[in-house]
């Protein structure tokens, strides 16, 4: 009973400093590449012709922030309705970063039941590329998701899908300023 007893006990305590330990790490340094992200923005572009639907403008607006410990940062975009855009995007993205594999890992989920999860390699100078599979109005898609950094207020996000031959096709791009 007492060889148990100290089992367990032992057991219990390695969870506890796992757990203590855990909350302690701080998150990678190259999440202090995304500082510049957090905040809000407003957004303006276009859909266009896609599997997604006929072409249309958008507005929206993102907030970014750092969450779950600093080891994610989280963007909640939200498109406004309009007579064009009759069924706007609400989409929340993480974005961080692996450092045993040294690339970026994103996920990305939508208001029409869509998701994607894929990764980046590195910056490289203002534009990361992101390659993700996923699922879009109940089909599974691939995608190619760009962000340049024009500035720490202005980003260009240019997305796109591939079709069954493996050809790229743009599907949306937009401009988003910091307010």
């Not at 999440?31 to 958008?58: F, V, Y």
Request: proline share 5%; aromatic share 10%.
């Amino acid at each position: 009973m007492k060889t148990r007893t100290t089992g367990f006990t032992a057991l219990v305590l390695v969870g506890i400093t796992s757990f203590c330990l855990a909350l302690t790490v701080k998150p990678p340094p190259e999440m202090s590449k995304l500082a510049w992200m957090s905040g809000n923005w407003t957004c303006s572009g276009k859909a266009l012709p896609s599997p997604l639907g006929p072409a249309h403008p958008t507005e929206a607006t993102v907030s970014v922030r750092p969450e779950l410990a600093g080891r994610w940062m989280v963007s909640h975009y939200r498109e406004k309705q309009t007579a064009q855009n009759t069924m706007p995007i609400e989409g929340d993205e993480y974005w961080g970063y692996d450092s045993a594999e040294k690339k970026w890992d994103r996920i990305a989920i939508d208001n029409m039941g869509g998701w994607a999860a894929g990764d980046a390699n590195d910056w490289q100078g203002n534009t990361i590329t992101w390659l993700s599979e996923g699922m879009v109005m109940g089909t599974k898609a691939k995608f190619r998701d760009t962000f340049t950094k024009k500035s720490d207020r202005e980003v260009f996000y240019k997305g796109e899908m591939q079709d069954a031959a493996g050809k790229w096709a743009e599907a949306w791009e937009t401009t988003c300023r910091k307010k």
